[in-house]
């Protein structure tokens, strides 16, 4: 009994320091960023490849819910879950509610591709884009969190509520005042 | 047995599980994976369970209420074989696919509604220790997993290609998005109280003082009364009210489709009775018996209040659920949360 226990310690053992010495550990890290990564930007892609205008904004959804996933992959739990919440909730369901109820007879072709000068105008637009976003992405100085920050949280709340209290108010106001101009844009002045 | 009181018996009985995987493998790593796994299935066990529990207890309760028996046939005088003859039934039967209907959404919408009911027990404290994933923006995420319910509902409404499904849909998102905002605003007293998102925090600090049920009554009966809405239960069926759209959008869903609308939506029942049980009732703080014990009495009480609730009202107009919400509940949640503030700067200064 103990020698077969031995044996199976041992063999797990081996395998495991096998797979630690191939780098199994990074290789799984980098498939699940990548599978997360893969799933955002392939539903991206199919927004814009889809005949279908309904199946292209659900597709956005799922691509709203790949960034989040990212997001929380990534240990920023709180992006994580408002992107959830805002993107993956609201946004999403305000655009795939607006195309349902603008419903047409015939929705399997609600989605044309355009002319090859619009098409090239699109490339041009989401190339520069692209390149601006890399850009950043590579030029700006990411660094580790500090550890007095606490949790993402903690850190968050702190900053909000201290330093940047005044552009965190009138941001506030700006979507109150949104809001108050959305009611009176659809009831009409005189009932709201 | 001291241990067992210290610790409480999940985590007790998880550590004993780990203790002869660790014999029996001798790897740390692999240890940890299989326990995760083993976590994981006993999260889906609970979540079958409770669907197989309640469909018979449903029926009991309303027998109950409306002076009736109820199931008395299959399965002895109780008719406790009733849900397993239930599957039969649904498993034998015809998977009817509407003409006309979006193939893919379809097909896709209940397995997609499932999905965030089933995630959200990950972040339920069940006992002293026993959290899937006790992150720390635990209620946040949580909120926001389960607001992605509403889209599967939209999509199995829009795809089945029938009005009474569209409707269905539509008055979903209505439902769900305005009950939302009530619900989050009554959670947000808990969160000032504790001073923390984590789950098992706040359940922490209810072991220490008191249930916040006591604290926080507002803020309990908006939450009873909007997670009601939330899970589409009378008075706010309207997503699936008979009399009017059949059953709303999963009119057009058949056989084991339909028991998967069934599954999600006991889920989401046994979900916000746990939530309630969490959040305002101490969730597994209790005297003499173990923690578990306490949880799943105080969950299964929950559980009986919202079928109560369901067999006793009439069903609401969608004006009235509407107006309800925004008019009555968000204002009242919201001045909830001043006087909550107020409150904890009195307590401070005394």
Not at chain 1, 55 to 62: E, G, I, N, Q, V
Not at chain 2, 162 to 181: D, H, N
Request: charged content about 10%.
């Amino acid at each position: 009994m103990n020698d077969l226990l031995s044996l199976v310690h041992s063999l797990v053992n081996g395998g495991m320091d096998m797979a630690v010495e191939m780098g199994a550990p990074d290789l799984i890290q980098a498939g699940i960023f990548y599978a997360l990564a893969g799933v955002a930007v392939l539903s991206a892609l199919g927004v814009v490849l889809c005949r279908n205008v309904v199946h292209s904004a659900l597709l956005l959804t799922a691509s709203f819910i790949g960034v989040g996933c990212l997001y929380l992959y990534t240990a920023a739990d709180f992006m994580g879950a408002v992107q959830f919440l805002v993107y993956g909730g609201a946004v999403a369901i305000l655009i795939v509610m607006a195309i349902m109820l603008t419903r047409r007879e015939d929705m399997a072709h609600s989605n044309p591709s355009r002319s090859l000068l619009h098409q090239a105008g699109a490339a041009i637009v989401a190339g520069g884009f692209l390149l601006t976003m890399a850009l950043a992405a590579l030029l700006s100085p990411f660094q580790e969190a500090p550890a007095a920050l606490g949790d993402s949280v903690t850190g968050l709340a702190d900053l909000m509520l201290t330093k940047y209290v005044l552009p965190f108010e009138v941001a506030a106001i700006l979507l109150l005042v949104a809001m108050i101009g959305a009611i009176i844009l659809a009831k009409g002045a005189d009932e709201a | 047995m001291n241990a067992m009181l210290e610790n409480g018996i999940v985590v007790t009985v998880a550590g004993v599980l780990r203790e002869y995987l660790m014999l029996l493998f001798g790897n740390q790593f692999l240890t940890d994976l299989i326990m995760k796994f083993i976590g994981l299935g006993a999260l889906i066990g609970v979540i079958l369970t409770a669907a197989i529990v309640f469909t018979y207890a449903e029926r009991k309760v309303c027998a109950l209420i409306q002076v009736r028996l109820g199931p008395n046939r299959v399965g002895g005088r109780f008719g406790l074989l009733q849900p397993f003859a239930d599957m039969l039934k649904l498993m034998s039967k015809e998977d009817i696919i509407p003409a006309g209907c979006d193939r893919v959404v379809w097909a896709l919408s209940p397995m997609l509604l499932f999905v965030p009911s089933a995630l959200a027990y990950a972040f339920f404290p069940f006992d002293k220790g026993a959290v899937f994933a006790d992150v720390n923006v635990g209620i946040f995420l949580l909120i926001a997993i389960s607001s992605q319910a509403v889209l599967p509902f939209l999509m199995g409404g829009y795809a089945s290609n029938s009005k009474y499904a569209m409707i269905g849909g539509m008055r979903t998102v209505a439902q769900m998005l305005s009950y939302e905002a009530p619900m989050v605003f009554s959670l947000l007293g808990i969160v000032m109280l504790t001073g923390s998102l984590k789950m098992s925090d706040i359940v922490a600090v209810q072991a220490d003082n008191v249930w916040f049920v006591l604290l926080q009554p507002v803020a309990f009966v908006i939450f009873v009364i909007t997670a009601t809405a939330e899970t589409n239960r009378t008075p706010f069926d309207l997503v699936e009210g008979e009399s009017e759209i059949v059953a709303g959008a999963f009119s057009e869903y058949s056989g084991m489709r339909w028991a998967l609308f069934f599954l999600a939506e006991y889920a989401n029942l046994l979900a916000v009775s746990i939530l309630t049980t969490t959040f305002f009732l101490g969730g597994w703080s209790g005297p003499v018996l173990p923690g578990v014990v306490w949880f799943g009495l105080k969950a299964v009480f929950m559980v009986f209040v919202f079928m109560w609730l369901r067999w006793t009202f009439p069903r609401t107009r969608i004006d009235q659920m509407l107006s309800l919400s925004w008019k009555v509940l968000l204002p009242l949640a919201l001045v909830n949360v001043m006087c909550t503030g107020i409150g904890i700067y009195i307590y401070r200064l005394l």
